[in-house]
């Protein structure tokens, strides 16, 4: 039996992820974000002062991407890092002023792809969409 795409769970995520991605990347880059920056952003807005190893953890992405994006994050003044209180090996990750007044320009960003994106569906089927993914991701990281 021929692989058909058009039927495939893995092809059509990938695929819409891809296009979720460069739509964020579109409507972020005016205010000079890139979205690993973004995603990065969006979890210290909800706890500032994270380690590299929680926000890994958290984003599920690789210890050498993540060390590279707080680089680049240090580069353009939205984090500082500080000695963490608690463990003198690590450090803690914290917010700038400037990443602080992005909160809401980006996340209405990243809502307004979104909004497109389920635009044409209804606020149930969108309710039920969303849920279906939260559970593929928790069916697929026990899994991987």
Do not use: C
Not at 3 to 25: I, V, Y
Request: charged share 25%; glycine share 6%; aromatic share 4%.
């Amino acid at each position: 039996m021929a692989f058909d795409k058009t039927r495939s769970a893995g092809f059509l995520a990938n695929h819409m992820a891809r296009l979720f991605a460069k739509g964020l990347q579109q409507n972020i880059r005016p205010l000079g974000l890139a979205p690993a920056q973004f995603m990065t952003l969006v979890a210290l807005w909800e706890q500032d002062g994270l380690t590299q190893r929680e926000l890994v953890e958290r984003l599920d992405v690789e210890q050498a991407t993540m060390a590279n994006t707080l680089t680049r994050m240090e580069r353009d003044r939205l984090i500082e890092r500080r000695a963490h209180p608690g463990d003198g090996r690590s450090q803690s990750i914290h917010l700038t002023p400037k990443a602080v007044a992005l909160r809401e320009p980006a996340t209405a960003a990243a809502g307004q792809v979104n909004a497109e994106a389920l635009g044409g569906l209804t606020e149930e089927e969108r309710l039920l969409f969303v849920d279906l993914a939260r559970r593929v991701v928790a069916s697929l990281k026990q899994r991987y």
